[in-house]
């Protein structure tokens, strides 16, 4: 067992994590119900509004939440950093035009 991550659930939502399977890009595709809806909600959002909620859920990291709602926290951090890239890239494609 790897000693960084600790025990297997750790692993594991280091791999979820690591790879995604809900693409902001082609929601119907590996999301789930909630996840869809949360990319809707977002698919408007600027980069200022996106990297406020990044904060605030990266700011949950310590907080002890029952598997659910930590699973749903790393679903929408994951989610929420395709839509930092996506903005950051479509920000520095203007900005060279």
């Not at 750790?10 to 693409?23: E, G, H, I, N, Q």
């Not at 909630?34 to 990297?51: H, L, M």
């Not at 950093?81 to 900005?95: D, I, N, P, V, W």
Request: proline fraction near 3%.
């Amino acid at each position: 067992m790897c000693d960084e991550l600790g025990d297997m659930e750790y692993l594991r939502a280091y791999v979820r994590d690591k790879t995604p399977s809900c693409m902001i890009d082609d929601p119907s595709k590996g999301c789930g119900d909630k996840e869809v809806e949360f990319i809707k909600k977002w698919s408007d959002k600027n980069i200022a509004d996106v990297s406020k909620e990044l904060n605030r859920l990266n700011g949950m990291k310590s907080a002890k939440l029952a598997p659910d709602l930590l699973r749903w926290q790393r679903q929408r951090l994951g989610l929420l950093r395709q839509f930092e890239k996506k903005l950051q890239s479509a920000g520095t494609a203007h900005a060279e035009l």
